[in-house]
C-alpha cells in the first residue's frame, strides 16, 4: 500500500470510528421543526427589504425615463404642429422654411439621443443588479473545505 494511502485511511479511521461510536450510542437526531416567520434572523429580513427597496427605487427611475420619453414626445408633437401651423398661415421664403426644418430636425434628434442616453442608464443598472447577484454565487462556491491530505503527485518540489 502506497505510504500516502496508508497515512490517509489511518488519518480518516479513528475519527471515522469515534464518530460511528458516538452516533450508535446516542440514537437517530430529532428533525427540528420548521421555521416559523418569527424564527428568521432580522439580517435576513433586511436584506430582502434591501432588495425589494432596490427593485422599488428601479422601477421608479423606469416610471420617470418613460415620463420623460412621453413628456418629449409631445413637445416634439407641439412643435411639428406649430411648424405646419406657421408654413400654413403664412407664405414665407424657402430659406425660412428649410432653417425651420433644420431647426425641428434637429431637436428631435437631441430629445431622441437624450431618450437612449436615459435607457441606456436604466439598462446598465439592471445589468449590474445581475452581475451582484452572480458575485454573491462565487463567494459560495469558495466556502467549500480542501482535504488535507493529497493523492496528486507533483504539487510539491519534492515529488512526493
Known sequence: M?????????ALSAPGLLLAGVLLARGPAATPPAPALADIPEAQVAQDMAAEARMIAAQARAAVVQARAEVLAAKAEAQTQAFEAKLAGTQTAVDGIVAAALV??????????????????????????AKRSVRKSHRLRNAFTVPYFSFARGLRRSGS
Do not use: I, M
Not at 425641428?104 to 443588479?129: I, K, P
Open 2 to 10: 502506497h505510504r500516502k494511502l496508508h497515512n490517509s485511511l489511518l
Open 104 to 129: 425641428l430636425a434637429a431637436q428631435v434628434s437631441a430629445d431622441a439621443a437624450l431618450d437612449g442616453l436615459r435607457t441606456a442608464e436604466v439598462e446598465a443598472e439592471r445589468e449590474s443588479e
